[in-house]
């Protein structure tokens, strides 16, 4: 299978997208929206978002600009996180 890194490039892009478009802003996650991505692309992760105060407490750490939503810089930081701690995981 070739150009797996740009299919995945442009996975995260359009899973994203799909969530961001859900609510309001479409170029950010609201609390409800990170909850429903969790839930449905992540689950087991923060038990697929269902503890509020951890998804508050994730939204926070995430919000580098202090807006109270999630832009898709601030999605890439956490998704490079996961993936750093999974790496750790498999590799060790
Ligand atoms: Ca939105």
New binding site residues.
């Given amino acids: 299978m070739d150009k797996k890194l740009q299919t995945s490039m442009v996975l995260l892009l359009q899973t994203f997208k799909q969530y961001?478009?859900?609510?309001?802003?479409?170029n950010?996650?609201?609390k409800n929206?990170v909850k429903e991505l969790f839930k449905t692309e992540l689950p087991g992760f923060l038990e697929g978002g269902k503890n509020q105060v951890e998804v508050d407490k994730l939204i926070q750490d995430l919000d580098e600009d202090g807006d109270s939503e999630v832009n898709f810089s601030e999605f890439m930081i956490l998704i490079t996180d996961i993936t750093c701690a999974f790496y750790e995981i498999v590799t060790s």
């Fill in positions: 961001a478009s859900a609510d309001g802003n479409p950010t996650l609201t929206e």
